[in-house]
């Protein structure tokens, strides 16, 4: 049985392609963002569907104790009107609510938890296409062709395709990017795709840590000061550091 937690699109979309392996779905969700109503075709089809927040243990363990063989973690608080809003909210929910949900598997029977890549791809995106362009296009100028093809009209199309295509770029630049990392399920190979853009992975612990490299070229420095690099605040902290 599949777990998947956080019922939104993408959970949506993973419980309909394991549905159609003929494999059993529990889907759950806190309902904040996403209504109950929208997975009522889902519920049709013989998934599962709960009510649990990913910050309440006791509602994890009950989810568990359900057996399944793997959890699928896709529930996170992304929008940013909210998070301004609710940010005590938000921090819960990604922070604690994520460390809860890995604790809990832990000691469970489950065999293995799959996190969603996306938040990793899009920003490796937006530093590619930044880096290939020159600095004149980013992941913002996706966002604005997607409402210009379709927000303004309301017409109706393949979600997937249409996002697929608006990534691969007006010139067909990115496409090698969509097929490595959104259209197939490469391995990201996270040192050696920032080390490129002037970042490094620091070592140690159970969390991966970024910082700016110690050498930059210029093409690296004016990468990084679209994205708010502020040479200054960066010495001042290299300089701060015990000798």
């Known amino acids: 049985m599949l777990l998947i937690l956080g019922a939104g699109y993408i959970g949506a979309a993973v419980a309909e392609l394991a549905l159609g392996r003929g494999e059993a779905v529990v889907l759950a969700d806190n309902w904040r963002a996403t209504r109950r109503v929208q997975l009522d075709g889902l519920e049709a089809a013989g998934a599962r569907v709960e009510t649990a927040d990913i910050r309440d243990r006791a509602a994890l363990d009950a989810l568990l104790d359900l057996a399944p063989r793997r ?7 992304a929008s940013r009107p909210i998070s301004e809003r609710e940010p005590d909210y938000t921090e819960q929910t990604n922070l604690t609510g994520a460390r809860r949900v890995a604790e809990a598997v832990a000691g469970s029977g489950a065999t293995a938890l799959v996190y969603n890549k996306g938040m990793l791809t899009a920003f490796l995106y937006d530093l590619s296409l930044r880096d290939r362009s020159n600095g004149k296009r980013s992941l913002d100028n996706v966002y604005k062709e997607l409402f210009r093809l379709y927000g303004r009209t309301g017409a109706r199309t393949d979600g997937n395709r249409a996002l697929v295509s608006a990534l691969g770029g007006a010139e067909g630049e990115m496409r090698d990017f969509v097929r490595r990392y959104i259209e197939s399920p490469a391995a ?7 080390t490129a853009y002037g970042l490094q992975i620091l070592p140690g612990g159970a969390r991966t840590h970024v910082q700016v490299a110690d050498s930059l070229s210029r093409d690296q420095r004016d990468l990084l000061r679209q994205l708010g690099y502020n040479e200054k605040v960066e010495r001042d902290r290299r300089n701060a550091r015990p000798r």
């Open 188 to 194: 990201i190979d996270l040192k050696g795709a920032l």
């Open 71 to 77: 959890v699928v973690m896709l529930a996170a608080q």
